[in-house]
């Protein structure tokens, strides 16, 4: 067997592919169903000259590599719900501060410490809005390794484009689950390095300044510049203001480089809609239940088709409304009460024809269970 051919866990295929995009430095604290991630981390790295550090806690985990990004590291840690929880003032000083970094999240049942070995989709939202202010936040999440590993890589593509934190929100059993990987050779999906400032030493250097393409060029914290990094409200130097044309213009900055290229950062995978009369939308682990009823029920001549949802955050609203356009229902299949049922009820021209198939036991959602939920629909004459 080739060695670009392996069997592994989901958790297995991330570090496979943060290895693959560049990443040297990795900070955790292990965390069920994320434990494995740090565990190969810590194996990894040393053999390539890279970092891993195993801290305190969550909070320390993510300061960490906030710390090393800034001196010019592709960097990554991984957690579970209740250390997502504890990250999230941090994840906000990410975002103000613009450091790329990747977060991994391999979602658990909460809250609290609520099931901690078992699955669930319940961190949607709080990875959307978990930290504090008006701010805008990259979230991707796959159903299966093959496209875990392209949504990994991606995820280090958009942080280092867009100076942003990107969270990769899988799961439980996608995490857990084996199967095969193809890695692909070094070079197959290409890779965005970070950008570096061409300002000279000695030349005032404005790490705020966005070029006229929106990119920001960085220095390394602790080279040959000497420049300010703040939570607060900051000009172009970094310093702290309260000026409020400064403050709108920051703010503005920092919602729309993601927003204004939602279309760009939409990552997505449909089957059957073509023809459907009926679309499921599902992501994660769920996808793998819905694709599989999909299937069935064509096979006895239902017209039915599945949207996997690859990026959740920013919400790909234009692609949800095209696909549901025309349809005679819409059924979203997770694992939570309905977080991204609201999503697409605000993206849909019929929010009255947008239905619910879920499960929230830490179990995973069945073919079986999306076949009685889409019957109960039926039986409403939908």
């Not at 994320?34 to 790295?45: C, F, Y």
């Not at 994840?91 to 049942?109: D, F, H, K, S, W």
């Not at 000026?243 to 089957?271: S, W």
């Not at 009926?278 to 069935?296: D, Q, T, W």
Request: charged letters at 20%.
């Amino acid at each position: 067997m080739s060695d670009n051919v392996k069997f592994l866990q989901g958790n297995e295929a991330c570090v496979e592919a943060a290895l693959y995009s560049g990443m040297d430095f990795f900070a955790g604290y292990p965390i069920t169903p994320s434990t494995e991630i740090a565990e190969q981390m810590a194996i990894r790295l040393p053999r390539i000259g890279g970092t891993y550090l195993q801290m305190e806690d969550e909070i320390a985990s993510l300061c960490a590599i906030i710390g090393a990004s800034l001196t010019g590291h592709k960097v990554m840690t991984a957690t579970s719900g209740p250390g997502f929880s504890l990250m999230q003032e941090a994840l906000g000083y990410a975002v103000m501060a613009e450091i790329p970094c990747v977060i991994v999240n391999v979602q658990r049942g909460g809250p609290s410490t609520g099931n901690p070995t078992h699955v669930s989709q319940g961190d949607v939202n709080q990875a959307r809005w978990g930290t504090h202010g008006d701010h805008a936040i990259v979230a991707l999440t796959a159903s299966n390794h093959e496209d875990l590993f392209r949504v990994t890589v991606e995820g280090f593509n958009i942080a280092e484009t867009y100076r942003t934190p990107v969270i990769l929100l899988f799961d439980e059993v996608v995490g857990h689950m084996r199967e095969k990987l193809v890695i692909p050779n070094p070079g197959e999906i290409p890779l965005v390095e970070r950008l570096k400032t061409s300002v000279k030493e000695g030349i005032d250097y404005h790490p705020y300044l966005p070029r006229e393409d929106g990119r920001l060029p960085m220095s390394d914290f602790g080279a040959v510049h000497r420049y300010n990094v703040t939570g607060l409200f900051h000009d172009m130097w970094g310093f702290p203001t309260d000026n409020p044309k400064i403050v709108h213009g920051l703010l503005r900055h920092l919602v729309d480089k993601i927003d204004n290229n939602a279309h760009k950062i939409a990552m997505y995978k449909d089957f059957y809609v073509d023809d459907a009369d009926r679309l499921l939308i599902s992501y994660g682990s769920a996808a793998r239940s819905a694709l599989h009823v999909v299937e069935n029920r064509r096979s006895r001549g239902e017209r039915l088709g599945l949207l996997e949802l690859q990026t959740l955050w920013p919400f790909p609203a234009q692609i949800v409304r095209e696909r549901a356009r025309g349809m005679q229902s819409v059924t979203v299949v997770e694992m939570n009460k309905g977080q991204v049922l609201e999503a697409v009820k605000s993206a849909v021209d019929k929010p009255d024809r947008v239905f619910l198939a879920n499960r929230t036991d830490g179990v995973l959602i069945t073919p079986t269970d999306i076949r009685n939920f889409l019957r109960v629909i039926k039986g409403k004459g939908i």
